[in-house]
Nanobody
Framework: QVQLVESGGGLVQAGDSLRLSCAAS????????MGWFRQAPGKEREFVAA????????YYKDSVKGRFTISRDNARNTVYLQMNSLKTEDTAVYYC???????????????????WGQGTQVTVSS
């Protein structure tokens, strides 16, 4: 069982930065790939970024490449999402999730993730 708690969301202006954190419980954090997803009102949950258990491989949604960076600190059981140059279309509830097994194609799918946090709201104003 893995419990995930996100933090770091808030209200910012377009062009600003935010760093989201996701703290995980459990002793096997490094065995899980970690992902960030987001869901805007009236829209489906969508993939944002993911990172392998070792941190050696990262994956991004095309629209956030070059602006967002996912990283992890396995000693602290924490994964981060650094978001720069935020846009109004980045407004959503952001969720972190953990996947025990994945492939380079399935890591983009919410169905691949077994554990989810409660979400943190990110609002970007113009």
């Amino acid at each position: 069982q893995v419990q995930l708690v996100e933090s770091g969301g808030g209200l910012v202006q377009a062009g600003d930065s935010l760093r989201l954190s996701c703290a995980a419980s459990g002793r096997t954090f490094s065995s899980y790939a970690m992902g960030w997803f987001r869901q805007a009102p009236g829209k489906e949950r969508e993939f944002v970024a993911a990172i392998s258990g070792s941190g050696g491989r990262t994956y991004y949604k095309d629209s956030v490449k070059g602006r967002f960076t996912i990283s992890r600190d396995n000693a602290r059981n924490t994964v981060y999402l650094q978001m720069n140059s935020l846009k109004t279309e980045d407004t959503a509830v952001y969720y972190c999730a953990a996947a025990a097994a994945y492939s380079s194609s399935s890591i983009y799918s919410p169905g691949q993730y077994h554990y989810w946090g409660q979400g943190t709201q990110v609002t970007v104003s113009s």
